[in-house]
């Protein structure tokens, strides 16, 4: 199975803070790379797809990058309702498999 | 819009059968361009892929080798929905389950989306 690997675990921040969460797969995986939302008590959200498309309906403050073995998600100014679980998954091999995930809390 | 609504038992006793179900509203089921997921979470395991059913002409299953030997996954064209069933369950298979879509499956835009809601099962007598 392929190893998601996301850094850091968790992180403090600010209203207004650029935040920058990183995965690294265990092998390639191209752009085989989603990431998604998860607030407690709800199911993950998809957020962004083949590594840098933004799902329709979600704030463009959200964006990725990176291919092959590392990627990163960037929240360019974080918002009150960003403070949630970010989780990345790929989807080059099955099983899909994600990332331990990074919660954002309020600083 | 494409829904996803999840239902069945939050408590299930040892080595019985844990059985839930997703039913759909705005796809269908039997589409030959997505694949239904049951997704697991946990706080020991993380997000973990159990398993899928696609139709392409006939009807396809694949599972995660963790839950190979007691997991199967069946679709119900007449309700438009699709089940879970996982027998021999010990406390290791408490956890929050999911149904998901599989959008663009076998492409590099393939993802997760929709989600169910999410059914917290608790395995204990």
């Known amino acids: 199975d392929i190893q998601m690997t996301q850094s850091p675990s968790s992180l403090s921040a600010s209203v207004g803070d650029r935040v920058t969460i990183t995965c690294r797969a265990s092998?390639?995986?191209?752009?085989?790379l989603n990431w998604y939302q998860q607030k407690p008590g709800k199911a993950p959200k998809l957020l962004i797809y083949?590594?840098?498309s933004l799902q329709s309906g979600v704030p463009s403050r959200f964006s990725g990058s990176g291919s092959g073995t590392d990627f990163t998600l960037t929240i360019g100014s974080l918002q009150p309702e960003d403070f949630a679980t970010y989780y990345c998954?790929?989807?080059?091999?099955?099983?899909?498999?994600f990332g331990q995930g990074t919660t954002v809390e309020i600083k | 819009q494409v829904q996803l609504q999840q239902s069945g038992p939050g408590l299930v006793k040892p080595s019985q059968t844990l059985s839930l179900t997703c039913v759909i509203s705005?796809?269908?089921?039997?589409?030959?361009?997505?694949?239904w997921s049951w997704i697991r979470q946990s706080p020991s395991r993380g997000l973990e892929w159990l398993g899928r059913?696609?139709?392409?002409?006939?009807?396809?299953?694949d599972y995660a080798v963790s839950v190979k030997s007691r997991i199967t996954i069946n679709p119900d064209t007449s309700k438009n929905q699709f089940s879970l069933h996982l027998n021999s369950v010990t406390p290791e298979d408490t956890a929050v389950y999911y149904c998901?879509?599989?959008?663009?499956?076998?492409?590099?835009?393939?993802?997760?989306?929709?989600w169910g809601q999410g059914t917290l099962v608790t395995v204990s007598s």
């Open positions: 998901a879509r599989v959008l663009n499956p076998y492409t590099s835009s393939s993802r997760f989306d929709p």
């Open positions: 705005g796809d269908s089921v039997s589409s030959n361009s997505v694949v």
């Open positions: 059913t696609y139709y392409r002409s006939k009807w396809y299953n």
């Open positions: 092998q390639s995986i191209s752009n085989y």
């Open positions: 083949v590594a840098s």
């Open positions: 998954q790929q989807s080059y091999m099955t099983p899909q498999t």
